[in-house]
């Protein structure tokens, strides 16, 4: 059992070299311990958040690296969003969206 154990770690370690896998997998700790927090053991919709989570962490480096961040800083943009979840996430970003979509309409009325 220990060898299992021990390849186990290896292999996480060997994925989590690069910083898009160690951001994705930050983001899935961090909203894996809010889940289990918040008594979500039994409500598998929670853990599928969780994989969400991981998936937007993961295809978000890029975008994090667009506006002039190095990429190790993916970590804690990737914990954030861990702890926010998918919906926080949502809600931000449609509050986003509208704000810019009421300033558009402001400029086009004048």
Known sequence: MPDQITE????VSTFAQEPAQSAALCAVFMSSLRVLTSGGLGKPKRWIETLMVGFLAWTSLPFIQHWGYEAET????AAFLGYIGVHGFEKRVDRLLDNIADVTSALRRK
């Open 8 to 11: 186990l770690w290896l292999t």
């Open 74 to 77: 993916g970590r804690f943009f």
